[in-house]
């Protein structure tokens, strides 16, 4: 049996907890976190939510980590409507455990709604499921350094209906993922594959929300990239494939010779990456004159040729910060410097990493700890 009890929660709906009658031994917990990789081993625990139209959002629940039932109906498995998030919860270097910026994941899981015309979760509703979660699952925060509790909060259409429109129902779920460090052995900078054959995203698309099927549509470019023998692929503009806009599911840094760093702005066709939004103000803090602009493919390589770009990275929550050090397209490649990680990559890395850790300072307040 399943002991319910209602806990105060600062949104209107209260989550009830019903928490897993049978979550695994600590040597089973100690075993899984002893390699967690990324996104295989789950906790014990989700959170979920339900939406109507006409009642709004309702059965707010925490329970064990459990698989869920749908009918063949269900409206997201045929039209789509499915969004999803990606956030952290750290192990404090002075103890306890804190999220990062989990208010701007609340904001973008809004805006991932609107464009998908699904219902919006109010912010305070979904930072009360992640620390209920975080609070259910605590002793799941991995605490080695690079380590963190990967937490996906999802919302998709739940109306058994075959009509084409906005679903008149939804459920919310969340659920967690202990997350190994990314690069156990140390930075390793990730090769590129140029699409020009595919797009992510087109003015007037889905490329600003993170809904499931940008990720669909994005396979097969990740696929060609791999047959090209590189790690991932960067994603171009949908008219003149030649401006960069991003590399899989990161955002993507120049750090140019002169000291400047430059971001693709955002355009409508890129995911606006909290990462990216954190590299921003790092860059800053550390004296860098940050441009929101535009490069083009041919900038990029001339820019190599010529010394005038030094360094390139990837950002992203998964992944944090990676370099770029090869890159290829259909007429050939190039290496980014010397294809090594460059130091203003690492120490931004470091930076970020030191804050998210509790080993830094944390200026801006980002940091959001779990009690
Ligand atoms: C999630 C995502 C990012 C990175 O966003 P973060 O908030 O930094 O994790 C970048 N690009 C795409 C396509 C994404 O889906």
């Given at each position: 049996m399943t002991v319910r009890y209602r806990q105060p929660m600062s949104s209107e709906l209260t989550i009830e907890l019903a928490p897993s009658s049978s979550p695994r031994s600590a040597e089973d917990r100690a075993r899984l976190l002893a390699d967690p990789g990324f996104g295989q081993v789950f906790t014990d625990h989700m959170v979920s939510i339900s939406y109507a139209?006409?009642?709004?959002?309702?059965?707010?629940q925490l329970t064990a980590y459990a698989p869920i039932t749908l009918e063949p109906a269900t409206s997201v498995l045929h039209y789509g409507q499915a969004i999803f998030e990606g956030l952290k919860a750290y192990h404090q270097a002075g103890g306890g455990v804190a999220l990062f910026r989990p208010e701007m994941n609340a904001a973008r899981f809004q805006r991932s709604a609107r464009r998908l015309a699904m219902a919006e979760l109010p912010t305070e509703l979904f930072l009360d499921s992640v620390r209920a979660l975080v609070r259910a699952d605590?002793?799941?925060?991995?605490?080695?350094?690079?380590e963190s509790l990967y937490l996906r909060p999802l919302q998709f259409a739940v109306d058994?209906?075959?009509?084409?429109?906005?679903?008149?129902a939804y459920r919310y779920l969340l659920f967690g993922s202990p997350a190994g460090n990314?690069?156990?052995?140390g930075v390793r900078p990730v090769s590129v594959w140029l699409s020009t054959?595919?797009?992510r995203a087109a003015p007037?698309?889905?490329?600003e929300a993170k809904c499931a099927g940008n990720y669909a549509a994005s396979l097969v470019a990740q696929a060609q990239a791999a047959d090209q023998g590189c790690d991932q692929v960067v994603w171009l503009d949908?008219?003149?494939?030649r401006f960069v806009e991003e590399m899989g599911g990161m955002n993507l840094y120049f750090v140019m010779a002169d000291g400047r760093l430059l971001t693709p702005a955002?355009?409508?066709?890129?995911?606006?990456?909290v990462t990216r939004d954190s590299i921003l103000t790092l860059g800053r803090d550390l004296g860098m004159d940050t441009v929101e602009g535009r490069i083009s493919t041919d900038e990029w390589q001339r820019g190599c040729e010529d010394g005038t770009i030094a360094e390139v990275f990837a950002c992203g929550t998964a992944a944090v910060v990676t370099p770029v050090g090869q890159v290829k397209h259909a007429g050939g490649g190039f290496t980014v410097a010397d294809g090594a990680p460059g130091a203003v990559t690492m120490k931004l890395r470091d930076a970020l990493l030191g804050i998210q850790q509790g080993t830094a300072p944390d200026p801006h307040g980002w940091m959001v700890p779990v009690d």
């Open positions: 139209a006409d009642r709004g959002w309702y059965d707010a605590r002793d799941w925060v991995p605490t080695r350094p690079g058994p209906f075959l009509g084409v429109r906005p679903a008149l990314y690069f156990p052995g054959e595919y797009v007037g698309g889905t490329g949908a008219i003149e494939h955002l355009t409508g066709t890129l995911l606006p990456g």
